[in-house]
């Protein structure tokens, strides 16, 4: 995803295929429902550093980068969480000098169901 595409997608509201949590020291336990809605439709992106108020979007950034993702990917990559591996890919992006993890979750086939199982 180019830096262009990244703010455009800041910038739009949420939708079917775009998702934002503030999950600035832990991921947000609806993260993962989040995962399993977008694996069993289009696909999006789910990203991580966005506080939503209402209708607005504020920039707070992640501030525990490396534990927020690793504990997010450990998780879903848990079998007994979901009942398929989902490739998803990331990126890390920064505005503002505050730093976004962007999660692409990819559509899977039709053949198979993603439920997230709490």
């Known amino acids: 995803m180019t830096e262009q595409e990244f703010l455009k997608l800041l910038h739009s509201h949420e939708w079917n295929d775009i998702e934002f949590k503030e999950a600035q020291t832990a991921v947000p336990k609806n993260a993962y429902e989040t995962v399993s809605t977008f694996a069993n439709t289009a696909g999006g992106h789910l990203v991580f550093g966005v506080k939503k108020d209402g209708t607005n ?39 503002d000098k505050k ?3 962007v999660f692409y979750v990819p559509e899977v086939s039709r053949s198979e169901n993603v439920p997230w199982v709490n």
């Open 99 to 101: 730093y976004l993890l």
């Open 57 to 95: 979007f504020e920039v707070v950034g992640v501030l525990g980068v490396d534990k927020v993702q690793n504990d997010f990917l450990t998780t879903i990559r848990q079998q007994e969480k979901l009942n398929m591996i989902v490739e998803i890919k990331e990126h890390l992006h920064s505005v």
